[in-house]
């Protein structure tokens, strides 16, 4: 993983920044520096699984190519990148259209006169922003499909569709029911095509019946998504839970060649 920015392609960045800004002055389509170092971070610590295809490129080059991408999607431009780039859409400002919490908190009304609301649950390999209680540091966490997957099945296998409440209070219970759950598996799903969400392969869908007493706050937007409760390790906690990992593994390393 790449942390630190080279002071030239910091400079890079800048430029790209002011010429990005001064074609696209919107907000939605402004660029930030810390925008484009976290996406060109990202590209250097993708080099090494990159496509076998372009390994004729140095990794700072690969680098600036995710930037340049990124920058297409920012201006709204229909060209110039590959169309299954998603990646860095968390980092998109949250007005522009592309953005993955404008997806996260997007519900469609697929049924108003019977309370049906549907959306995405949980999007895969998007960065989620959270902050270390004990030290108020803040990081990343990020699911992939195939946890998200196991996730979802927890959640059925559980019966959890009923245990469901508002802003995560367990004290303000919604009473209402996930209806149905789905995973995207082909980019022409249901999600996509008949409710137009434009969601990744390995999205978490849910169908939701609303109880009468929530609805009229869905319908005012102030409800406009759905968020997954559960009980995740702690930055600190893995830290230490690979530590111990480690000792483990050399501990058992050294009891076979005894």
Not at 74 to 87: E, P
Not at 104 to 112: C, G
Not at 159 to 171: G, K, M, P, Y
Not at 217 to 236: A, D, H, P, R, W
Request: aromatic share 8%; no cysteine.
């Amino acid at each position: 993983m790449v942390s630190e920015v080279p002071a030239d392609v910091e400079k890079t960045l800048q430029k790209k920044i002011e010429e990005h800004n001064e074609k696209n002055p919107q907000d939605s389509q402004k660029a930030t520096l810390g925008m484009l170092k976290a996406v060109w971070r990202r590209g250097a610590g993708a080099y090494s699984i990159g496509t076998p295809g372009k390994r004729g490129m140095a990794r700072p080059q690969w680098a600036m190519a995710r930037v340049n991408a990124f920058l297409n999607i920012l201006a709204g431009n229909r060209s110039g990148y590959d169309k299954d780039y998603k990646q860095d859409n968390d980092l998109l400002p949250k007005g522009h259209p592309k953005h993955s919490e404008a997806k996260m908190s997007k519900l469609i009304f697929a049924s108003e006169d019977q309370r049906l609301v549907v959306g995405p649950a949980m999007i895969p390999n998007i960065e989620i922003l959270r902050k270390d209680e004990d030290t108020g540091e803040s990081y990343y966490v990020r699911f992939s499909a195939e946890t998200i997957s196991k996730i979802a099945e927890k959640f059925m296998r559980e019966l959890r569709n009923a245990n469901t409440n508002v802003q995560h209070d367990q004290e303000d219970p919604a009473n209402s029911y996930v209806k149905e759950t789905w995973i995207v598996e082909t980019e022409d799903d249901k999600a996509n095509t008949k409710y137009g969400l434009d969601v990744p392969v390995g999205t978490w869908m849910v169908a939701m019946r609303v109880a009468p007493a929530v609805w009229p706050k869905v319908k005012s937007g102030e409800l406009n998504g759905f968020s997954i409760e559960g009980n995740f390790m702690s930055k600190k906690d893995y830290e230490q839970y690979q530590k111990d990992r480690q000792l483990y593994d050399r501990v058992v390393k050294i009891l076979k060649s005894v």
